[in-house]
């Protein structure tokens, strides 16, 4: 198969990440199936998109021709079988292994058999996921990075059993819907960015559990002294303290290292639902709009 040969592509999950990856991919020129088990994320989906494109095309960032293509390109279903002809997957869904190798079971016999399977995930890598499949040689990881319609760089995957043909196909669908690819030739838990991003974070961790100062001060040196966009208790936040807590046990049960447990703090936060923006309560507090109150 050639990049040529993709026109469908398929987005499995449609929380924050599932949608945006679709847009991005819709506003490339494909045609895309949005899937969720649930009725009322897609609407939230949608609605949330909405509000995305409203306002780049008030900044005259996109016209709104260009954004009604778009819209006009992706099907928001909750019906499995609309998954049947797609020639590109990417499963954007909770980060749990089982819950995963169960989707991939089920898209390996719905979907053509020329169809590659990516996971998003940038914990799990795919040779724990591709021997549900028939086609092991076709799953990678293809890993983008939140929020998807502004994040330039996605990480390619290749594990031991992906083909050296799958990888270069989906660096070049990278390519292809605008945004900048880097392969791994190698699998490892965490990829580049996020091994480079936990160790920060764990740093910042220590630093608030431990009282050598709050957690507005630390965000605030990352951003000023290190001039990064945002600090580390904002962007667990943004991305999902949930999120951050679901990787970190995933980690520890391969280890079995309790120093791969999610910190204490993160534990209480997921304990009291307060998940970070998508909650209204995170590190920060956040009103209707998202902005920090």
């Known amino acids: 198969m050639q990049i040529h040969n993709i026109n469908k592509v398929a987005v499995i999950g449609s929380g924050t990440m599932g949608s945006q990856i679709a847009m991005v991919c819709a506003l490339a020129g494909y045609s895309v199936v949005l899937y969720d088990i649930e009725n009322n994320n897609l609407i939230k989906a949608k609605e949330s998109l909405q509000g995305h494109m409203n306002r780049r095309v008030q900044k005259g960032r996109l016209g709104e021709k260009e954004v009604n293509e778009g819209f006009s390109k992706i099907n928001f279903t909750t019906n499995f079988e609309e998954l049947k002809d797609v020639d590109f997957v990417i499963e954007a869904i909770v980060e749990k292994l089982e819950v995963k190798r169960e989707l991939f079971k089920r898209l390996d016999e719905i979907t053509p058999k020329h169809t590659i399977l990516a996971t998003n995930s940038s914990t799990i890598v795919s040779s724990k996921i591709a021997d ?57 838990s965490g990829f580049i960015a996020n091994r480079i991003l936990g160790k ?28 990064h966009p945002i600090g580390p208790f904002a962007l667990m936040d943004l991305t999902g303290i949930d999120v951050n807590y679901l990787v970190r046990m995933q980690r520890y049960e391969e280890s079995g290292n309790e120093a791969d447990m999610p910190a204490k703090i993160v534990q209480e936060k997921v304990r009291k639902g307060e998940l970070g923006r998508k909650t209204g309560k995170g590190f920060y507090i956040y009103d209707q709009s998202n902005a920090k109150v």
Do not use: W
């Open 132 to 188: 549900v499949t028939n086609r092991p040689e076709k799953v990678c990881n293809v890993h983008f990075f939140n929020p998807a319609l502004i994040m330039e760089l996605v990480e390619v995957v290749s594990g031991p059993h992906t083909s050296e043909e799958t990888a270069q196909i989906a660096v070049e669908f990278v390519k292809d819907i605008q945004k900048v690819p880097v392969l791994l030739k190698k699998e490892i």
């Open 200 to 227: 920060l974070m764990d740093e910042a961790v220590f630093l608030l559990e431990n009282g050598y100062a709050d957690h507005e001060e630390i965000d605030l040196v990352c951003m000023k002294a290190l001039k």
